[in-house]
């Protein structure tokens, strides 16, 4: 069965630190990856994917994230975070052959202080 | 902007009440899903649609049930509520044929049984 961990459930971090935030999935077979972000009482909004190629991907909000396959991981990193950019982040994965299903982890709370 | 829609925000009612929450999509999504939110928890995928007239249970086994006698609705039932139901439940579509489509979120319903 297919599982997403996301190490932290919680990660306070000041305005214009970086970030990174921790992904790790299992499968043994291809997947997709998804980084979901929810904003308070709203629904999730997609932030970025990886299905297939280049191995980094990118938001226009300049989050970035980069598939590891060795290590079966999808970590999403910010280098300068802001205020607005506090919301919970999910990440999740769609198996190949599945219909399109995601599988979420447990989210991650990302808190920007000023 | 994503164009699927959840009614109510928010419902607070009594044990034993009959309820129906609402979620539509004006995108003509063949796909859609019904996912289960517990606070600080990941999203279970209960009920989930290919098209009219199909409905299949998710990966979390739930009390509710689910409709598609039209593409555009995705209506969840609770024949009678529990405070166990109590939740957050978040509705989504995809296009169907498309394995790497990202799902559209609703802003949720957000289920209170006292």
């Known amino acids: 069965a297919q599982s997403v961990t996301q190490l932290d459930s919680q990660v306070p971090v000041f305005e214009e630190a970086p970030v990174e935030l921790r992904c790790n999935y299992s499968?043994?077979?291809?997947?997709?990856l998804f980084w979901y972000v929810q904003y308070p009482n709203q629904g999730l909004q997609l932030l970025l994917k990886?299905?297939?190629?280049?191995?980094l991907v990118e938001s226009i909000n300049g989050f970035e994230a980069e598939f590891n396959k060795s290590q079966t991981s999808f970590h999403l990193r910010k280098p300068s975070v802001h205020i607005s950019d506090t919301a919970e982040y999910f990440c999740?994965?769609?198996?190949?052959?599945?219909?399109?299903?995601?599988?979420f982890g447990q989210g991650t709370e990302l808190s920007v202080k000023p | 902007e994503a164009d699927i829609y959840q009614t109510p925000r928010y419902l607070v009612i009594g044990t034993g009440k009959k309820i129906t929450l609402e979620c539509s999509q004006t995108?003509?999504?063949?796909?859609m899903y019904w996912y289960q939110q517990d606070p600080g928890m990941e999203l279970h995928l209960i009920h989930y649609?290919?098209?009219?007239?199909?409905?299949e249970k998710g990966d979390l086994s739930s009390e509710s049930t689910v409709s598609r006698i039209r593409t555009e609705h995705f209506p969840l039932t609770l024949e009678s509520a529990r405070p166990s139901h109590t939740s957050q439940y978040l509705c989504?579509?995809?296009?169907?044929?498309?394995?790497?489509?990202?799902?559209?979120f609703g802003q949720g319903t957000r289920l209170t049984v006292v």
């Open positions: 989504a579509s995809s296009e169907y044929g498309r394995m790497n489509t990202e799902a559209f």
């Open positions: 990886y299905l297939s190629g280049s191995t």
């Open positions: 499968s043994s077979v291809s997947v997709y």
């Open positions: 999740a994965v769609s198996v190949l052959g599945q219909g399109g299903k995601l599988i």
């Open positions: 995108m003509g999504h063949d796909k």
């Open positions: 649609s290919y098209g009219v007239n199909s409905t």
